[in-house]
């Protein structure tokens, strides 16, 4: 029996230039590569803010699937969760019986929702899987 594990750590820095305005300790502007090297400079690096490592798992399991599609549901997973701040985790586990996959995902405060998505509905394409993790999880914080 072959086990069918796919799983993906990912975390997220959502915009890739930082630049540290009006910073005491550095006393001009200067453009910085990174968060942590405007964090560092700035003495500023426990502050709780969506720009904070994010994780996202998502495992997939016993679904059938080729490692192509794999890929392609767990980035447009990822890209659903990538504004939303804390760790996520989504699995997906397939079944022998039957064209369903139970999907589970489990974020901050205590957030669990799951949803079977029906191989004969058209739910087990990457781009509809993407798009109900992004209605099942709440909007990102302004």
């Not at 700035?42 to 994010?54: E, K, Q, T, V, Y």
């Not at 997939?60 to 447009?76: E, F, N, V, W, Y």
């Not at 957030?111 to 709440?138: C, D, N, W």
Request: with cysteine.
């Amino acid at each position: 029996m072959v086990m069918e594990v796919f799983r993906v750590w990912t975390f997220f820095q959502p915009t890739p230039d930082y630049a540290c305005v009006q910073c005491p300790k550095l006393g001009q502007l200067e453009q910085r590569s990174s968060r942590r090297e405007v964090e560092t400079a700035c003495g500023d690096s426990d502050r709780d803010d969506i720009f904070g490592d994010m994780a996202a798992s998502v495992e997939i399991h016993h679904t059938g699937c080729d490692p192509g599609q794999r890929a392609d549901i767990a980035a447009l997973i990822e890209h659903a969760l990538a504004d939303r701040p804390g760790d996520w985790k989504v699995s997906i586990i397939g079944s022998q019986a039957n064209d369903r996959w139970e999907m589970k995902v489990a974020g901050p405060n205590a957030f669990e929702r799951s949803y079977t998505l029906e191989g004969s509905a058209g739910q087990h394409e990457p781009q509809i899987i993407g798009k109900l993790v992004a209605m099942m999880v709440p909007g990102r914080n302004s």
